[in-house]
């Protein structure tokens, strides 16, 4: 028995390598033109099998024709990562920003995974920003912080202002609206540079600070070696002491306690920051400032209900919610959030259009889903079938889902009804701009910044369906419902607008000066 486990596991060690030399063989290779033209048509087969709003913003004859136009653009082989770069821009003009194309990247062992993991390459500290059409270095998590505020010049010879260009041809707002091209290029630079270039060890960068022009080169080092440096030039270390059991007892309780801070806040290692913050802004607890950087990782409700009590006790008169860079995420934090903004009862959102009347297994049963998740997948899949069944109604020949959030709901007993100010911009996106939706249409908030890269009108999301295509082995990820607020806007396809348009500069950025929040904070002591 004991020979035949560790005979499996040779097995399934062995095929895991030979599947990562197969994929890393194939997406290098060059596809023949009739494998390209037969990825692309299994493509749009699969969006408009699964996405209910293929054509919102763009007619069925246009899109047939982009999607033919890209065929007859393909007149010789090319490898996966040339067919991304032609294929990405067309699925764009979908104009639905939670339709993806990946690029084909190398895949690694686990062995290969593991040594990769004591490495870092030091472009990866770097957190871009795209300002007065020019790309900055907004911070870093590196040491060297004498390059904040210095503009890319170009990236391995090629111009940075060329590489923007090209990289916002590759992902689509929602709709018409043009803010998020320029946030998300530079919150997402390094990404797309990744998709571009692929692995790298090394890579120069020139840099323009006021009339300084200087190269940097950026590698991959070991964290190892690193630290071994650090260590060599420190001074020694002193013995440990020897600590008593009181003490141990009391580390174990802080450790404790601060691990369910971190599930509360969200916390995010790799920037050593927090998803949610809240604090007061001044000494008499007059403004009260709540930093929301996503909708996503850890345990909301306590966090909320915390804020929203304290919001309360001290008889707060003006919050300032922050949603700006706030990509989007989970429906239900949302809702939550909005039941202490709210003071009447409300409908978070409608039911949903599906294109199926099963699209949770949809969702779960996917080419790119592992096999043992399949197996999984196939034994649950009675039941998903009855709880889809059961909640899916058919009206005017379209199916809807409906989720618990398009109950009717009271707002929550700590409902805050002071004076509310919401900050947003080009990368409130998803579920930011749903809640942004509902405080907006019942004019509950004085909205500060720029158009909001999600649409008013809402977006297709909730659940996704991540397909590989045959040849080329790319991915792309498609929403599967239309998630919207009962409220709608003309015409469609924009985002929520700011009352005041605000739009920070290069020099307040370099002066440390928040844009938004100093209009924000004028205005609340004149109204004071």
């Known amino acids: 028995m004991k020979k035949l486990f560790w005979v499996v596991i040779i097995l399934i060690l062995v095929s895991s390598c030979h599947s990562v030399k197969k994929y890393n063989e194939q997406i290098t290779a060059l596809h023949s033109v009739e494998d390209l033209h037969h990825d692309i048509d299994e493509l749009y087969k699969q969006l408009k099998r699964h996405h209910p709003k293929l054509y919102q913003y763009i007619s ?10 890209l065929k007859k653009s393909i007149t010789k082989p090319a490898t996966s990562r040339e067919f991304y770069k032609k294929l990405a821009p067309v699925v764009t003009n979908v104009k639905q920003g939670h339709i993806s194309v990946g690029s084909a990247n190398k895949a690694f062992t686990k062995k290969e995974h593991k040594q990769l993991l004591k490495k870092k390459f030091e ?11 020019k790309l900055w270095i907004k911070s870093t998590r590196g040491k060297d912080s004498t390059i904040i505020g210095s503009e890319v010049v170009s990236i391995d010879g090629e111009p940075a202002s060329k590489l923007v260009n090209t990289y ?39 840099f323009k600070n006021k009339d300084s022009i200087f190269i940097k080169t950026f590698r991959r ?13 420190s001074v020694k270390k002193a013995e440990p002491k020897k600590v008593s059991k009181a003490k141990k007892k009391a580390n174990k309780l802080a450790k404790k306690k601060k691990r369910k801070a971190n599930k509360k806040y969200g916390f995010i290692s790799k920037r050593k920051h927090y998803t949610r913050n809240f604090s007061f802004i001044g000494k008499d607890s007059a403004v009260a400032f709540m930093k929301l950087r996503s909708f996503t990782n850890g345990k909301y409700k ?12 001290v008889k707060t008169n003006y919050l300032v919610l922050d949603l700006r860079d706030n990509g989007g995420g989970r429906i239900a934090e949302i809702e939550k959030l909005y039941s202490y903004l709210t003071n009447i009862d409300y ?4 039911e949903s259009e599906v294109n199926s009347r099963i699209p949770f297994l949809k969702f779960f049963m996917s080419n790119t889903t592992p096999n043992s998740l399949k197996v999984l997948g196939g034994l649950l899949s009675p039941f998903v079938i009855v709880q889809n069944v059961l909640k899916v109604k058919k009206k005017d020949r379209k199916f809807y889902y409906k989720l618990k959030e398009a109950k009717i709901r009271q707002p929550n007993p700590l409902n805050y009804q002071g004076k509310l100010y919401v900050l947003i911009n080009g990368n409130s996106f998803s579920a930011s701009s749903l809640l942004s939706t509902h405080l907006k249409a019942t004019k509950r908030a004085t909205f500060v910044g720029e158009e909001t890269g999600g649409a008013f009108n809402g977006c297709v999301a909730g659940i996704y369906k991540v397909y590989q295509l045959p040849s080329s082995k790319l991915k792309i990820r498609m929403g599967l419902m239309q998630i919207e607020a009962p409220y709608r806007q ?3 396809g924009y985002g929520i607008k700011p009352d005041i348009e605000l739009v920070p500069t290069v020099k307040d950025r370099n002066e440390n000066i928040d844009t938004e929040l100093e209009w924000v904070l004028t205005d609340i002591d004149q109204t004071k």
């Open 347 to 350: 409908q978070f959102i409608t």
């Open 221 to 233: 080092i070991s964290k190892e070696e690193k630290k071994n440096k650090a260590d060599s030039v």
């Open 302 to 313: 306590k966090f909320y209900k915390e804020s929203f009590a304290k919001l309360d006790a």
């Open 123 to 133: 472009f990866y500290d770097l957190d871009f920003e795209y300002l007065e059409n």
């Open 168 to 206: 916002k041809k590759r992902f689509a707002s929602d709709g018409y609206n043009t803010t998020l091209y320029n946030r998300a290029v530079g919150k997402a630079f390094s990404n797309l540079y990744y998709r571009d270039k692929g692995y790298l060890d090394s890579l120069e960068i020139t």
């Open 60 to 69: 069925k004859s246009d899109l047939e024709f982009k999607f033919d136009s």
């Open 490 to 492: 003309e015409p469609d």
